[in-house]
């Protein structure tokens, strides 16, 4: 018989200081996939989720997270990099391309913008341009990468990871 017994919610890790991450979304053609992605931010102790074009939070996914995360909306990525930027955030992209870096070998600035490409484009030229690294997520099998809102999750885990008192 094991000792241990069923706890269906345990309550938050308490952190020593505010996560400084912040995730930036271009325009996602799924309002589930956003949902998704602010819900994770929640779990993960993230104050701030910005995403671009026409977002709306679906309440009974994002769940507990739409209370807890800053939702930011504004038309366009590339602005919203560069302002990151100026605010002295590592802009880091989340995108399989040239130069990509591993994740699990890529460390994390305590300060940083984690930004998200589109479902189907991934991150443009233009976004591409106005990060400061870019990491990948290795994939072992097909399809060629993972859901927008899994691979933001993975991601998530692993600044956490590096950083999880805040």
Do not use: W
């Not at 094991?2 to 309002?31: G, M, Q, T």
């Not at 391309?97 to 600035?109: H, I, P, W």
Request: charged fraction near 20%; hydrophobic fraction near 40%.
């Amino acid at each position: 018989m094991s000792s241990f017994s069923h706890l269906r919610h345990k309550p938050p890790l308490a952190l020593d200081r505010p996560r400084e991450l912040v995730v930036a979304c271009a325009p996602l053609r799924s309002n589930v996939n956003l949902s998704h992605i602010v819900r994770t931010a929640g779990c993960c102790g993230i104050g701030k989720v910005i995403c671009c074009g026409h977002a709306k939070l679906i309440d009974r996914i994002a769940r507990d997270g739409a209370e807890g995360v800053q939702l930011e909306v504004h038309r366009t990525l590339p602005p919203v990099l560069r302002d990151l930027k100026q605010a002295g955030f590592s802009v880091v992209g989340l995108e399989q391309s040239t130069g990509s870096v591993c994740l699990y070998e890529f460390e994390f600035a305590r300060r940083t913008a984690l930004v998200v490409g589109n479902e189907r484009l991934g991150l443009t030229d233009d976004e591409l341009r106005l990060v400061d690294r870019v990491v990948e997520i290795p994939v072992f099998g097909l399809p060629y990468s993972y859901n927008v809102h899994t691979a933001t999750a993975i991601a998530l885990y692993e600044y956490c990871r590096q950083y999880p008192k805040g």
